[in-house]
């Protein structure tokens, strides 16, 4: 009743708006949030990428930098008093040379530089551990991983607040707030932040002993109650698990999205409005499809290429949500100008990490393409084969994930930053026994899902030199992988094989558990980027993925 009122009202103010002057109120209240995800510590540039625009043009684009970023941002706050900036996860983490040197504290400063005003947690922010992560809250130089913190100067924190709803810890509590309010004087929005539920097997497990990563939907419904207590006029869930489009966009729309965000959606709470995402490192807007439960459900790709700018519109009297819509926006290489606080920010840090990251480790022949989908690639065949060649003999086969190698390592002079942004998770090798049986079990959990198009495949542990197999996806899971050979010769299923992975493969990383199985286990103190510069310093040629064979 009260609402059909308004609408009358607001309806006469339009229409007679020459005599009686329409009243302040009628007006929506607009509220803009820009979001972006998945940042990864990408303070300078990184690399251009290949999408396809809204015309269905494959074009490539150069974008994003942390200066970038935040001059774009502030280009787009103009006019818009009610806005509110946040981040999906993943902001540090996998970063480059230039942030992870110093622990990602830069990314934070820049960050902090940047407005950013709400961050949900993601998987990678919990990669150096719970601790650690708390300190880049709180600020300080205590020392918690191998690397020395406070490098170049004292470290203040994040004056963002992390949100943490599903993330619990022994007492019961979460390691940050669940949730977070933002007033813009009319009106108020509720921010609940998260990571996705499986995190756990996407870290190490001794960073995040002793805490448990509780359903998405149950726990953002039950936070529901708390925040419309608190006056949130809406919803809005930032959530660290996303989704993927059949080709890489620009976000305008999501036709074709699949992924793990989509049976969360319509398990959530009506209150729960609008949905930023991240996690997948695509871009897309989905705007209340029967797809997406009715709601505005986002993401902003990585790296900082893209902004998300959201605009929620309330009705005054009532306050409650009548529109909303969002685009991406491309944040460009200069063309919105510097932010001189970060440039200057950046530029400290470039020239501090210089005479290490310039450094000239060895030449490759080619660039070596990281796989698109994850799968075996020739970036990742030669780290496995950096693998097996540290172990000097210790070792028959390497196998490494896929989802280690995090870009394409460039062709001609190898500078060690190059190598660090391809692999920067500097864990340790570690060399096990596995039966020719076990061996078989650990490669067909990689393969045990539904049978999916070769390009849906899961990610791929990808083989070094002289290990081959076969796969067919199309046979029931547990019998997909045939024909395991070594060096020609079949592998036999009671005969041990030595195995280097790395120490996160060798806990049960990536969900594949079969490597808990090893025997004999051994670390061999040797950081997987050392055995890479050791790798590359004797001149290389990227392999051809001709490893894993796909039948029929
Ligand atoms: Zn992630």
Redesign the pocket.
């Known amino acids: 009743m009260m609402r059909k009122l308004v609408a009358v009202l607001a309806a006469l103010g339009a229409a007679a708006c020459t005599t009686i002057p329409t009243p302040r109120t009628a007006q929506p209240v607009e509220v803009q949030i820009l979001a972006f995800n998945?940042f990864h510590g990408n303070l300078e540039p990184p690399p251009p990428v290949d999408v396809v625009d809204d015309q269905g043009v494959k074009r490539t684009i150069t974008s994003g930098g942390a200066a970038h970023l935040a001059a774009a941002l502030t280009q787009l706050r103009a006019g818009h008093p009610d806005t509110v900036t946040v981040s999906a996860?993943?902001t540090i983490g996998a970063s480059p040379l230039i942030s992870a040197n110093y622990l990602d504290e830069p990314t934070i400063d820049a960050m902090n530089l940047l407005g950013l005003e709400f961050n949900a947690v993601?998987?990678?922010e919990f990669d150096k551990g719970v601790a650690e992560l708390k300190r880049m809250q709180a600020g300080g130089c205590a020392k918690y991983t191998r690397r020395t913190p406070c490098g170049l100067e004292p470290f203040a924190g994040a004056h963002f607040r992390y949100l943490a709803a599903n993330v619990v810890q022994a007492d019961g509590t979460t390691v940050f707030p669940a949730t977070g309010i933002k007033d813009f004087g009319s009106i108020k929005i509720g921010f609940i932040g998260m990571?996705?539920k499986g995190t756990k097997q996407?870290v190490t497990p001794s960073g995040v002993q002793g805490v448990t990563f509780t359903d998405e939907a149950e726990t953002a419904n039950a936070l529901v109650p708390k925040l419309k207590a608190e006056g949130a006029d809406t919803i809005v869930l930032l959530i660290?698990q996303g989704g993927k489009l059949p080709q890489f966009t620009t976000g305008d729309g999501c036709e074709g999205l699949y992924g793990d965000i989509l049976p969360i959606l319509p398990k959530l709470d009506p209150a729960i409005t609008t949905v930023i995402s991240?996690?997948?490192?695509w871009a897309y807007v989905c705007r209340g499809t029967q797809q997406v439960a009715g709601r505005l459900l986002t993401s902003a790709g990585k790296y900082g290429y893209f902004v998300t700018d959201l605009r929620l519109r309330f009705d005054p009297s009532t306050h409650r949500l009548i529109g909303q819509d969002a685009t991406n926006v491309v944040v460009g290489s200069g063309e919105r100008g510097d932010d001189s606080a970060i440039k200057s920010l950046v530029g400290k840090y470039e020239a501090a990490v210089a005479p290490v990251a310039n450094q000239v480790i060895g030449r490759l022949t080619a660039t070596a393409k990281k796989s698109e989908d994850e799968s075996e690639g020739p970036a990742a065949d030669l780290v496995a084969d950096s693998m097996l060649g540290a172990t000097n003999g210790a070792a028959q086969i390497a196998l490494v994930n896929a989802t280690g190698i995090r870009v394409d390592l460039p062709g001609g002079d190898v500078r060690y930053k190059d190598a660090f942004t391809m692999m920067p998770f500097g864990n340790n090798l570690v060399v096990m026994s596995l039966t020719g049986a076990q061996l078989k079990a650990v490669l067909e959990q990689q393969y045990g899902v539904p049978p999916r198009p070769k390009k849906e495949l899961p990610a791929a542990l990808a083989p070094s030199a002289g290990f081959t197999y076969a796969v067919d996806v199309n046979r029931p899971a547990g019998g997909r992988v045939s024909d395991m050979r070594l060096n020609g010769k079949p592998i036999d299923p009671a005969i041990r094989y030595r195995v280097v992975v790395n120490n996160y493969m060798a806990s049960g990383g990536d969900g594949l558990t079969g490597f808990t199985a090893g025997t004999d286990v051994t670390d061999t103190g040797i950081i997987d980027l050392d055995a890479l510069v050791a790798w590359i310093a004797k001149g290389q040629t990227p392999p051809t993925p001709n490893r894993i064979r796909f039948t029929p």
Do not use: A, K, Q
Not at 278 to 281: A, D, V
């Open positions: 998945d996860g993943d993601g998987n990678h990571t996705l996407l660290h991240g996690h997948s490192h």
